[in-house]
């Protein structure tokens, strides 16, 4: 049966909480990063065959999981702005810092974009005495602009 | 002269062309990381008059212009989806990784956010024979929610 | 079988009117706030298992259900601006009061936030011969802006 | 000389920066509450005659000024969504609280409003050794829906 | 079987029109006002027990009916600008009738709103041998802005 | 020297609050009701040269600002929803009981339309001990759908 | 059974593909014009029960969706800008030609508008050895504005 | 001194109302119908150098204007949906009939679109004794799709 | 059984998932290029009888498939503004790059625009030591403003 | 005197026109394709000072300008969707072909982007008896997605 990205997408999360499947067991399992493996799973990444394979047969869901996870997604989320307020905090960041950051990769870089296709990220526990921190790492490709 | 928060991003912008200031040199002077310089330049941050004197000082425009660095700003930028490429790609990793991240912050944290308000930004340059890279890393405190 | 939130949502709603259960009674049997409990109903806020398991017995709903009130949920609204007049007052406060409340927290507190996630809300009735009053207070911790 | 209600506030912002008049100087000197004052200089409220001329006095400011904050003025912000940090708060509150909120104020007075006309706000530092809170509390006359 | 209030208007809107069902008749039946009884068919009034009872009894619909009936609705449509030309109409006129209005009704009563919510509407047919008229009667009470 | 239909309005409103010349008294002085004189300042209707000519008279202007109200304007407001909250109930109203003045008025008239050009609004207030009351009465002809 | 308008529409289109009738034959069947029952089948226009009898008779389908026909429609459609590039001429030549036709139709017929309900549409082939050309002819009632 | 396109549409304008020149009359005058002439004017139509000369010599206005109004301009409104009531009208009638018309042409014409762009307007007066009517006409040329 | 266009779509596109057929099989089919038949397949363009037959006789699918693909479709897609990285590019490119194309067509060919109907388009990949390339080109006929 | 870049952006145009320099041959003048020149004449890409020096020595404006030729922009355009038609035939093409553009890309270089960063354009006049044709060609990098 075709299974939509959607579908895959629904019947995974529900498989993970059902089989208490962590995305850093799911990573492991498939070779990748967690924050990959779970962009995978979200609809925004392509898994091989062979990483395809190895996901459903860890979440134990059904073969035709695994040809939806192969298929190249029309990536992206439905809201501009999101409203989650852990997905909102990085609009903002992107509203408060945004010019600053571009102000200073320009002068580091010239003109040209970060990017964010030949681009990985990484998450990390800080412990703090005064609260844990959230450490997000963005590493992408720097690309200066062609002159034609 | 009273100076809008609006007209002291412009008189400093066009300072630092003029007098080839860059953020770094900016960041050093008022003793804070350049990305933050620039967020206080572009209106996101608020100085204290010691560091608002250094800045007018290194960039020799108007006193009037410290007080307007050290008002507290009304932040954000005016377009919730960015165009300039370099920030949209920002707003792209929100759009295709920000399901991913939730997902792996919640596994790692539990319910809560990454604060954008307890929070830092640095970038460097990572130089990489393919063509170099840009590292931003976002560090931002753990915030749980509150029961009551 | 799998519940999503929004089928959570809608059986505990529909369980709450057909068994005659306020949010003041599903408050107290899971030992929080009515109005946390009304968030928790509504998908704004993660019950414990031991706080699921007595909603879900005091509404007398499907085991399921509970695995669903642990889930950490996309928290928000679907609209930006409500439409429905209870909820548009709250808006029109913003729209009216939100600089007014801008000015008078900086000047009481220096620059930062009322954070809304260590953060809790009161509601009560205040009696009042010329009409009832409607109180409602909010309690949340004040994040100073971290410089960097 | 006509002044308009936008020139209003920005001549009475910078008067009580230049002047260091607080907003709680202010009301204490209008008679009103901080807030209330904060709301009539912002745009968002309507000053008596003598109210208006208490204002100027203290604030040092031209005569005509007065005219302007006696106007009933065209109230509300320009964005719908705010993105200034602070103000997004009280906005994420209502996103995510504001479904819990009518439940129980429709569970505690029936089918009805909370009034922002005939309302008022309040807030209040609370010490706390972990951090000091903000307190808002809004005081809003209850109004049934009237049957016809 | 628990009825949705959406169910609900679409059960009774397809009764009325197989049981040849006036709004003139719905509210003579339940001793409300049509516009009234209206409002509470599309989802925005709240019947009590006895309406609801005589409603379904008219429309001889599902008792499951009653309860959705007296459900407090969340008010409002989803278009913030019709698209309707009936509707677009009443829209039309706030266009371009709104600050007019706006400015009589100050002067005739001060700075505060027309309540929507103590509120009534009637419509009568005029006739006119140039062709009938519609005449929209608002009848809200008056509230001024109270002072803190 | 010619005056723009937005300088016009501004011109005749400061004139109007330093002369203390109400729309009753203009609407008296050229002849027309309260509301449409509103209107016609507010750039939302059209002067004859002859109510043109009184108006500047009484508001003793500039006769440039006759040719401005003789122009036909382009009419409406920026804002689709209006946040001031005077405009936004009417704006509410519109939401809550559009549907059912729809419903109604097609039950008494058959499809068609309100016209808002053929069309008269008129204010009242409406005294009342529990606090006077607003009248707003709507006078559009019945337009019926043309088949063909 | 109860049938939706848009049941209806979806069910006249099939029908009309399937027995190859065109609006052409339908306009024909019910007395009308092509484009007047093209409206009525997309749910913009109400038939007579005799329109609609003829209608359901010519395409072969059920009874109940005569009287989905003569059910007066909620006008309009989702999109305020269409996409459809047909569609989307007709939206560029107001953007185009609209301030163009305000000021002509102004300069022949004064103050008001032309009808869009008092109205009617034709749209004929006008064979040209460049390629044919489309003529559509909009023929609405003028309607001055009221004065009162 | 250049003059932008918005400039030279206000200063025509100015003229046309000072001068008492009619778009019929400036339609003669460059040798093009009243509505080109109108669309030129508001900066939607290119002229010759020749058609601007007569149009300056015209309006007696500046030749500066001459070459702003043979710069090819960016043509469109503001506003996607506009609120004018005139303007709205045409908007209403592609929300009510687009769908008809697309029907309509498609089943005359093929799959393909009516050219906004070799396309030319009329309007006429059509005397009625029930009231005088607006009648439009489009005239565009059939572009079926190509096909690759 | 009538298949809709978005269902026609969604069959296509998982018969060509499970049957390893790609656009370029599918063009060479039906006779035509790889991209047109892909927007055929996406419901952006029309297919002849016997282009339709080929396109399910390829695919393996239903006949009532064919139906589908041979109507004229509402083309276009449902979001303005893509989120997709891939689309986006495009969107971008327009961004940056549209003033700059308009300003050297208008250079090369006059006032007038580059038809997307008589238009077409070919995709090509350009090897490249340093990463292969894509070249889209765009073929559309040069259609001038048409005065009148 | 310090210049914006919208300032440079109008003052170029302005030279231009009065100059009687075309894209042409500003793009040989500064050795850049007219396209490019074009884009940083628009404020879309930055110059070297080379660049700018011989751009400002051939439009003979003010040496200020230079300085802003050579300031990185912040690129993009104020409208999502543009409504001058030229540029909005761009805008179709990606509602139109943009879903068979990206499916025939994935299907020939997998999963990935065309960049719009390493990228540039080109346009060519093609004769063509039954009228010229507009050939725009895209040339961008492919970037695959980057697995971590």
Request: hydrophobic share 45%; aromatic share 8%.
């Amino acid at each position: 049966m075709y299974v939509t990205r959607e579908q895959a997408t629904a019947t995974c999360l529900a498989a993970m909480e059902t089989g208490h499947v962590t995305f850093a067991a799911l990573g492991e399992a498939v070779g990748r990063h967690p924050v990959w493996a779970a962009a995978a799973v979200h609809g925004q990444a392509t898994m091989t065959a062979d990483e395809a394979m190895k996901a459903v047969a860890l979440l134990q869901v059904d073969d035709d999981v695994a040809a939806a996870l192969q298929r190249i997604p029309t990536k992206g989320s439905d809201r501009d702005v999101p409203v989650d307020p852990l997905l909102y905090r990085f609009h903002e960041i992107n509203q408060a810092f945004g010019a600053a950051m571009k102000s200073v990769i320009h002068e580091m870089f010239g003109d040209g974009i970060m990017s964010a296709v030949d681009f990985e990220v990484d998450i990390q526990k800080i412990a703090d005495p005064k609260g844990d921190r959230v450490q997000v790492t963005y590493n992408g490709k720097f690309l200066p602009y062609r002159k034609f």
